[in-house]
């Protein structure tokens, strides 16, 4: 393996995959009680059992179906906190994923230092707060914000948990920033040591973070479990708000997205952030630069898409969102769904609509 840029923290990633994912071998510091995470594991590992079986084992074979042979492997997942899960149930072959919300990762550091009562605390909050991913497919946002603080890297563990789902393991973590010309610069120890900063809070109704900047964007490496021989694939975590004032104000995100070129998307429980005005500078990278986007209702509305020259297949059923969001958008998601034959869908992919419908929308590139 070549020699990686800045600090690796690896081992914690490790030791976090064993105890919050309840995966790998790694052995348990003396601190940290076999019990609480025996306790911790036998919820899990059924919910993960679960997943794979009523979930994935059903969804996966459907999307592949779906998914057109020049898809890219590199996939962008906009308001895509703590769900590498999803990313990698929608794109098994993808070789990067980033992802992109408000929360930061987090520091992993944290669980070597808890004793008994701080790790049952953080494992039942970890509980609480992924509950809801592995069985409805998408995360509730007071989910994410609770687990931006406490004694585990709520946003890593969530990505851990993923990967165990999936067959996957971490190799190894780091964290980075974004410079200017969208270059990655990955911290080393004294940078970490010399960010005293606490990250910010990016949104004004968002918990702030109670870990130092440092620890807001990762780099994840993973393999499938098994053979040391098996391929590096890369997942990045960015923390940003998408909305068009601070991200024209940091253009350094743009640029790292757009030398990606030609992406797969995803775009899922998005709060229909995408229909509106101000969210047109993150719509109008995805038009440009996604040849292939699944998402529900919250995705791409129907009037950008085609005028951008891409194509719209609807599969589920559609009558409302179940969230107050746009007359306009919603009338014309109505009319997609009415105009199209029906196409079954065999479970919920994100949101469901004002009746509980579950809806799957493929956008791509004729």
């Given amino acids: ?12 990633a490790r030791l976090l995959f064993r105890v919050a994912a309840c995966a790998g071998n790694e052995a348990l510091p003396d601190n940290l009680d076999a019990a609480v995470v025996k306790a911790h594991c036998d919820w899990l590992q059924p919910k993960i059992d679960g997943y794979r079986r009523s979930y994935l084992g059903v969804m ?5 179906k779906l998914r057109t042979a020049s ?20 794109y098994p072959a993808a070789t990067e994923v980033t992802t992109i919300s408000l929360e930061g990762a987090g520091d992993p550091r944290r ?22 991913l592995l069985t409805l497919d998408d995360s509730a946002s007071e989910s994410l914000m609770r687990i931006q603080r406490g004694g585990i890297s709520g946003q890593l563990a969530f ?15 780091r964290y980075f920033r974004i410079q200017p010309d969208g270059s990655l610069r990955y911290l080393d120890a004294q940078d970490i ?6 990250a910010p809070r990016l949104d004004a109704i968002w918990n702030a973070p109670d870990f130092s900047e440092a620890f807001s ?7 499938a479990t098994g053979p040391a021989q098996a391929g590096l694939r890369i997942h990045r975590h960015i923390a940003a708000n998408l909305a068009n004032v601070p991200l024209k104000s940091d253009p350094g995100l743009l640029r790292h997205l757009e030398h990606k070129g030609h992406v797969a998307g995803l775009i899922k429980a998005a709060s229909y952030l995408l229909w509106t005005d101000s969210f047109s500078t993150i719509r109008d990278y995805m038009l440009a630069n996604a040849d292939f986007i699944f998402s529900d209702s919250s995705g791409i509305p129907p009037r950008f898409a085609a005028a951008s020259g891409l194509v719209q297949e609807t599969y589920g059923h559609f009558e409302g969102t179940f969230i107050p969001a746009g007359r306009r958008e919603t009338e014309a998601f109505r009319e997609l769904w009415k105009s199209q034959p029906q196409r079954q869908l065999p479970l919920r992919f994100g949101y469901a609509d004002a009746n509980k419908n579950a809806h799957l929308l493929v956008t791509r590139r004729p």
């Fill in 1 to 12: 393996m070549p020699v990686l840029e800045g600090e690796d923290f690896g081992a914690e």
């Fill in 60 to 64: 996966a074979p459907f999307l592949a």
């Fill in 71 to 90: 898809v890219p492997t590199r996939v962008v997942y906009p308001f895509g906190g703590g769900d590498l899960l999803s990313a990698l149930t929608s």
């Fill in 111 to 132: 669980l070597r230092t808890l004793d008994k009562a701080q790790l049952e605390k953080s494992l039942g909050l970890l509980r609480t707060s992924i509950h809801q």
């Fill in 159 to 173: 990505f851990l948990i993923g990967l165990a789902v999936h067959g996957q393991e971490p190799v190894s973590l």
């Fill in 193 to 198: 040591a010399a960010d005293k900063a606490r």
């Fill in 217 to 223: 964007n990762l780099e994840l490496s993973f393999r």
